[in-house]
Nanobody, 125 residues
Framework: QLQLVESGGGSVQPGGSLRLSCAEA?????????IGWFRQAPGKEREAVSC????????NFANSVQGRFFISKENGKKTVSLKMNSLKPEDTAVYYC?????????????????WGQGTQVTVSS
């Protein structure tokens, strides 16, 4: 059983940056899996934000964050970071990381096998 833990959320002004991290609670490597980031804003459905495949060979991003958000596997592939730049009020949401054991990125959340509890990101002046 894998347990994902997100960190790095917080409050920031528009135009600011945050780095979210996702790690497995027991220190298990994430390199064998695809890791996706999703977000859910108040009153809205959860949506896919970004994903990095097994080995980090492939990444993808939602159109709304393309060029502003960057995803990478770090810390000996034990952490997946989502660097969020030029943040906008519409980026405000609870952000979740999710793991797909198959290693391929998908935007469909029901493909993912394990989920973190989420971390709040608030962008406001």
């Amino acid at each position: 059983q894998l347990q994902l833990v997100e960190s790095g959320g917080g409050s920031v002004q528009p135009g600011g940056s945050l780095r979210l991290s996702c790690a497995e609670a027991s220190g298990h490597t994430l390199d064998y899996y695809a890791i996706g980031w999703f977000r859910q804003a108040p009153g809205k459905e959860r949506e896919a934000v970004s994903c990095i495949s097994r080995g980090g060979d492939s990444t993808n991003f939602a159109n709304s964050v393309q060029g502003r958000f960057f995803i990478s596997k770090e810390n000996g592939k034990k952490t997946v970071s989502l660097k969020m730049n030029s943040l906008k009020p519409e980026d405000t949401a609870v952000y979740y990381c999710a793991l797909h054991v198959g290693g391929t990125c998908f935007s469909l959340e029901n493909i993912y096998n394990y989920w973190g509890q989420g971390t709040q990101v608030t962008v406001s002046s």
